[in-house]
């Protein structure tokens, strides 16, 4: 949504909908349809309501407010439209009030920004470039959507910052990079931080994205965020996480960006992505409750006032894992929130729910890609939840077929075996696995369920047994105690309990290994059983290896042994990608 | 599976194992484990069978045996290798004896054909070119996998004709194309029959596919099959159905091969690509329990013979949505059930029962991919189930994104919303589709809970409501009676009954439109409804539209002014592609 239009010949001008002012008014949970809707904001949410509102009601009049120049524009397509990969400007377009008429005889007017709501009166307060007018409504369905954060820096208000949240903010952003400006700096490493970064560095421009967690991407794990910095470093951007713009100075050239670690950094354009809040200023005062500045609504969008409903980035909701209260700002659950309010405004006997959105989210980040669903470990760790992480790197598709790549992937379960949260990077069939993660989750599979899953198996598109499988077998060993497994966050702490055993050939142990490990080739485990017994001298065995397989074999030959043994789950890789940066200096050569 | 090796040779020598003949047997199913299990087979089932057991017991005798020269190869990568798209012979060996040995202290033995069970002794008969021995076991798998069918075709002995079984089937094809042959028939247009006629005609070999069902790939609605028809053409590909090889005249030059439809074909070589039943004509002097050629187990692998399992493609199972019993020669199944046995082998306790396979299957044509699960509408058909099946054909990823491409996606349920089976064609992200519906079927979701599916959303990815998504939102509709389909296979019936309404542009309809239809695009309908009273005369209307959405908002609007509807479900590009190559003579331009 564009920032709200100030018109100068603001005046109070009575709406003349005969049907709000004069009609009763059924309510909207009885038998009798609303005969006029009205819909504050046409994107996402709002106009999926407005839709589906019209193919349940072929006569309620329905009217969308939008304060912009467009609606059902293709928010999450504006990265590209900067970046060129989406050519025209039109594209993003994906529907014009004329065509919302001509379909669906919706009453769509751009250039309506609402300034309040009048819930005793039931009307809506209207500016436009005309004046103030007033709208009655016998339903209303707030959908007004997110804006930029804006964080307390000096000097934001300089001309070369820009949002990215409109058509018009990508039309200007890549009229700049089209103009051949030298160097940009994004603020913030989320996913709109992270793809405009990625279209801009594409365009040769140099780029750096500043990221106040400590790593990019925040929402996943330390170890999946890795090989995404990693990523952004071989586009050639400088990726500084930790840190945070302090103070931006407006220069002729250039702007002048003092970060909170001290340096600074000159950038010609600055993107300002450091999230959203829900763009709900113009409520506040209606009485309309509020939570943390997002509207807060039961199972079928109602808020606290009679015949008002909201969807979307706006509102609050509550995280099915962790029971978490937050905003979900995507347009997944947006779109279909949209249409189960509709529903239920229009058809209430039949309507659904709306589920509490799980956060699925993903993003192509240069070749790779990063996708998650559920809670991941510190919102589980903040929630207080028991659970399991296990990690694996299995390829996408059969080894032997070209193309195979490897995937890094971990879920989470409970004690009990319920899934509570997956995460993925890699560069081909990442978003399958999480959509199949995401499916199970909600239909409330436990981990040892995935064994059963009948997925789609050719050399081309997976595994005969697929990771999603696999997943539930090691899970399935984990509840059952066939393994036990111990998580890279403890690394420490083994060190200092367990004989730590690297099962790997001397040939991968050279290229690095935990310091103190003792290293036995697994092949070789069977004969070498007494030299491991004597040295862990009574302590249990930390088995590592790899990525997981050969630690679980050895793990098995020192259980049937009479050895305690648990096994680092992930092996190497997610050990390396924990440590990041300062692998290299921390693992020893053998 | 190799064909049995003869031996000339053939004696019987005792085997010396120990523990076969002298330790007294535990039962599996009691609190001992085996002390000597033996498998039979060394691919997918039983060797994922072996593997685990040794990760469940460390002391336990594993020995497999297997007829062929190679355990644990890649049999779905054959037709690859073949084509050259995998390069080397040894990617198809995914593991050998060596390694197992040294890595799961596995004792494999190729080359050993077991010619029979003595279930009294607890011993198999075992031939191999050093003669015939005898074997115990404790504990017995029997996963002899399938062989390929051989019709009653006169000639089938020609030495042109090859299967595609084995590593050696495979590089003898190799050789043949390498040789620079010039032309090639496939006997069947299965799912290795159509893998083979792509690998060979893209080497440039004419290449004739024969199938004797209505279409290629049998387990598919007809309306997915002709995409696929019109890929392998434009593979260069002659598709010839509802034909078989009646008889093979071996020539010096080239084979002849008759047709049932008179018709013939010359070919330098040919594969044998019929289907597969089960290899086991070795057990049945022993008392084992068969259906059909197939072994019959429990939920555990258990057939009717003490000690002794079965797994993968010689088992029949109950198919979970219309109880149809048949086996399913796939390979992620057999590998899933192999571990199963395994666990109630060594762990009975902590073992899950093998779950009943939907038949999830996924196959690469040209650019296509083709993918199912569950029921198709001809086994349904034949089972009697209530059911509706939808059509729909979104993009795949958002439309304004580059490469996005349409998905044809089918999905059944009953009346009470159940699902029962989904099918996918398109270029990309079909996989995927059809994974989610896989699961989701596993988990026992109605049609209306795809609605809720948190999907992985951005726009290189998917759409905001994803296909799935939409599957359930018309799925719903039609359930609450929101819409009302029918089915293209209804096509004539409705033609009688209906008046029938084509809603879309004029120069759509110029292309071709079923005859007698009206057309009134569906932007004109409110102001034209009287126009299609009159001319339903009392009749229903039956709505078309290009894939289905503006007969939806058609259907809405005819209802809302008191007319009877109902929707041709997938429009015109189900229709089209249901009348195949009939469509341009059947359909009149306006």
Not at 272 to 284: E, K
Not at 530 to 539: I, S
């Amino acid at each position: 949504m564009t920032p709200a239009t100030t018109s100068p010949e603001s005046s109070s001008t009575p709406d003349n909908g005969a049907a709000s002012s004069t009609a009763p008014r059924p309510s909207p949970t009885g038998s009798g349809r609303p005969r006029r809707l009205v819909v504050v904001g046409g994107v996402a949410g709002g106009m999926s309501c407005a839709a589906r509102a019209r193919r349940l009601s072929e006569d309620a009049e329905i009217i969308v407010l939008d304060r912009g120049r467009h609606v059902s524009f293709a928010n999450c397509g504006l990265p590209y439209y900067v970046g060129g990969e989406i050519e025209n400007q039109d594209d993003l377009l994906v529907q014009t009030p004329e065509r919302l008429r001509a379909w669906l005889n919706l009453d769509v007017r751009t250039g309506h920004d609402v300034t309040g709501i009048d819930p005793e009166a039931q009307e809506v307060i209207v500016r436009t470039a005309a004046g103030e007018q007033r709208l009655g409504y016998d339903a209303l369905v707030l959908a007004p959507g997110a804006k930029a954060a804006r964080p307390p820096v000096e000097g934001l208000d300089s001309p070369r910052v820009s949002t990215l949240r409109t058509v018009e903010d990508a039309a200007r952003l890549r009229e700049q990079a089209d103009a051949g400006v030298e160097s940009a700096l994004v603020l913030g490493a989320g996913f709109i931080g992270i793809e405009a970064a990625e279209v801009l560095a594409k365009r040769g421009i140099a780029t750096t994205v500043v990221e106040f967690a400590e790593h990019v991407l925040p929402p996943l794990d330390r170890e999946h965020a890795y090989p995404i910095t990693q990523e952004l470093r071989g586009l050639g951007i400088d990726v500084r996480t930790g840190t945070a713009a302090k103070s931006i100075t407006h220069g002729t050239d250039a702007d002048e960006v003092l970060l909170s670690d001290g340096t600074s950094v000159r950038a010609d354009m600055i993107v300002l992505a450091t999230g959203v809040r829900p763009d709900t200023d113009a409520f506040a005062a209606s009485g309309l409750e509020l939570e943390r500045g997002a509207i807060v609504v039961d199972e079928h969008g109602r808020t606290n006032l009679p015949h008002v409903y909201a969807v979307g980035d706006a509102t609050v909701s509550t995280d099915p894992v962790t029971g978490a209260r937050r905003p979900v700002p995507l347009a997944g659950p947006a779109n279909r929130a949209g249409r189960l309010v509709a529903d239920f405004i229009m058809d209430p006997e039949h309507a659904r729910p709306i589920p509490a959105p799980l956060g699925t989210a993903v993003v192509r980040v240069g070749e790779m890609t990063a996708a998650m669903t559920g809670a991941n470990r510190d919102s589980l760790d903040a929630a207080g939840i028991e659970y399991t992480t296990i990690h694996l790197h299995p390829n996408q598709h059969a080894g032997y077929f070209p193309g195979a790549s490897q995937l890094h992937l971990s879920v989470s379960f409970a004690p009990d075996g319920r899934l509570l949260g997956a995460q993925c990077v890699g560069r081909d069939g990442v978003d399958k696995r999480i959509d199949v993660l995401a499916t199970a989750i909600r239909a409330g599979l436990g981990v040892a369920d995935l064994i059963d899953l009948d997925l789609a198996y050719a050399p081309p598109f997976g595994q005969a047994k697929d990771p999603v499988n696999l997943a539930g077998m090691l899970g399935a060993n984990v509840l059952n105690g066939t393994v036990d497994v111990w998580d890279v966050r403890d690394l420490e702490q083994v060190r200092q309990t367990h004989l730590l055993l690297d099962v790997r050939t001397r040939a991968e142990v050279a290229g690095g290994m935990v310091p103190g490990a003792l290293n036995i080739p697994h092949t070789e485990l069977r004969a070498r059983i007494e030299e491991v017994r004597q040295a862990a001298a009574g302590r249990p065995v930390g088995v590592i290896c790899q990525v997981g397989v050969r630690a679980n074999i050895a793990h098995r030959i020192l259980v049937g042994n009479g050895l305690a043994s648990s096994v680092q789950t992930g092996g190497m890789i997610t050990l390396r990608a924990w440590l990041g940066d300062d692998a290299d200096s921390y693992l020893v050569r053998a």
